[in-house]
C-alpha cells in the first residue's frame, strides 16, 4: 500500500512556543490530506482537510489561526500548532488520498504532542 | 445528522472468533472501512467494502449491508496481538471520512 511518514513522532514543547507537523506522501500525489487529533481512548476527530494549493477547510470547533494547515505540494502537508498550551497535548494523525479516484486514505504514523 | 455506532467494549478467548458490529446512518455512502489502531498508535487498513456481502481476507472478514447500514468484522483464531481498538468508517456523499467511536477488544488467554 501507499506510505504516508508523519514527522516528528514525539514532541515536547513549551507553553507559547509553536510546533510543527509534516505530513509526507512518498509514493503518490497526495490531493488531498486529512488532519486529525484524538484524545485517549476517543475515536479520531477531524480537524480539517486540506487540498494541494487552496486553503483547508476546518471543521466547526478548530481554529484555523491556531491550527495552521499549510498543503504548498501535492506530497507536503504541514500542520503548525501555534501558541501551544498544555490543553493541546494531543495525539495528532495525518491521512491522505491520492487523486486517482482511490478511496483509501493513508495514515501517517501520527505525533504525540506534549505541551509543558 | 450522521452516526456510526458500535459497541464500545469487547473481549474474547485467544484462539476464539469474535463478530464487531457497526451501523451506520450518513449522507450518502461510497464504501465503509475498518481500521485496527493499538494504543498509542495511527490506524492501520484492515478492510473496504462498498458492495453488498462478505469479504474475507486471512483470519479477517468484513461484512456489509447497504440496505441495512450495517456491518460486521468477523475476526477468525484470535491472538493476543489482536488485542485493540477497531474503527468503523463510512465514507459519505461527499467523500469525508465519519469515524465510529471505536471497539476495544481484549483478548484473554
Same mark, same amino acid.
Given at each position: ?14 507553553? %507559547? ?43 466547526? %470547533? ?55 | ?56 481476507? %486471512? ?9 441495512? %447500514? ?40
Amino acid at each position: 500500500g501507499a506510505v504516508v511518514s508523519q514527522h516528528p513522532s514525539r514532541v515536547i514543547c513549551k507553553s %507559547g512556543t509553536s510546533v510543527k507537523i509534516e505530513c509526507r506522501s512518498l509514493d503518490f500525489q497526495a490531493t488531498t490530506m486529512f488532519w486529525y487529533r484524538q484524545f485517549p481512548k476517543q475515536s479520531l476527530m477531524l480537524m480539517a482537510t486540506s487540498n494541494e494549493g487552496s486553503k483547508a477547510t476546518y471543521e466547526q %470547533g478548530v481554529e484555523k489561526d491556531k491550527f495552521l494547515i499549510n498543503h504548498a505540494s501535492l506530497t507536503l502537508s504541514t500542520l503548525t500548532v501555534t501558541s501551544a498550551h498544555p490543553e493541546d497535548s494531543s495525539f495528532y494523525i495525518c491521512s491522505a488520498r491520492d487523486g486517482n479516484g482511490d478511496t483509501e486514505a493513508f495514515f501517517g504514523q501520527g505525533t504525540r504532542l506534549t505541551v509543558v | 445528522g450522521q452516526n456510526i455506532d458500535q459497541p464500545t467494549e469487547m473481549t474474547a478467548t485467544e484462539g476464539a472468533i469474535v463478530q464487531i458490529n457497526c451501523t451506520y446512518q450518513t449522507s450518502g455512502f461510497n464504501g465503509l472501512f475498518w481500521y485496527q489502531q493499538h494504543a498509542g498508535e495511527a490506524p492501520t487498513f484492515l478492510s473496504y467494502n462498498v458492495l453488498d456481502g462478505l469479504e474475507e481476507k %486471512g483470519r479477517f472478514s468484513s461484512f456489509l449491508s447497504r440496505s441495512k %447500514g450495517y456491518s460486521y468484522l468477523l475476526l477468525k483464531e484470535l491472538q493476543m496481538k489482536d488485542s485493540a481498538s477497531y474503527l468503523c468508517a463510512v465514507l459519505d456523499s461527499n467523500y469525508q471520512l465519519i469515524w465510529g467511536a471505536g471497539t476495544k477488544l481484549i483478548i484473554k488467554p
